[in-house]
């Protein structure tokens, strides 16, 4: 038992003099490193299925068609009988005529147009899919202080990141496995006074395109610890 004791707290001295050493971009490597060792994201042409699970709703069901050396987006998303479809083409912005029909019925104008829509969710799966990798776009601040947190009785090394006013303002924080690299968790807050914002519990992995990518996404509150909704995504 002594020894088993000592060992960890080995284990654990070593780990935080480690991350006290390993700076946010040095750890931002490590992890791109794990997910996309052969640097395929900025290449990426895969399909992503993803069923989005909602508590109180019916499954959600999205194709996403990724391609981004012809520069191609589309999603195809059903929800009961309700089907949208937002395609992008370069700079081409195409609605499905179903979505159309539902938009010219509207009797309010949509704050925004498909193609400003269908961009929206470009850049939303994009990110959340493309995380960490995402993480060196321009206008994105990584913080060069790792810090060492332990999260629902787990440890783990964790980057701070911010964005430029005109990229976003809220404040990320994503979790990395201290052994494997592994991204596990992200933490978003619009004002971390406030506690607001979500924590996302990423579980298993799928490697699609050779990335690997987490197969569930589960989103809860960070105030009151409340599940939104889970993200499944399915491997070929």
Known sequence: MKLYTILFCIFIFSTHSFSQNLTGQELLEKAIAYHDSNNNWSHFNATLNI??????????????DINFPKEYFNLLSTRDSTTIQYTIKKEKCIISMNDSIRIANQT??????????????KNYYTYLYGLPMKLKDAGTNIHDKVEYKTFKGKEYLVLKVTYNETVGSDTWYFYFN???????IYQFFHDESK?????????????????????????????????????????K
């Open 51 to 64: 069923t989005m699970e909602t508590p109180n709703s019916s499954n959600r069901n999205s194709k996403i």
């Open 108 to 121: 309010t104008k949509p704050k925004r147009t498909h193609c400003e829509t269908a961009k929206l969710y």
């Open 178 to 184: 201290p052994k494997t690299y592994t991204m596990e």
């Open 195 to 235: 506690n607001d914002g979500e924590y996302i519990l990423l579980t298993e992995e799928v490697t699609i395109d050779n990335i690997k990518m987490p197969k569930n996404r589960a989103w809860y509150t960070n105030k009151e610890d409340k599940l939104l909704g889970t993200d499944i995504l399915k491997g």
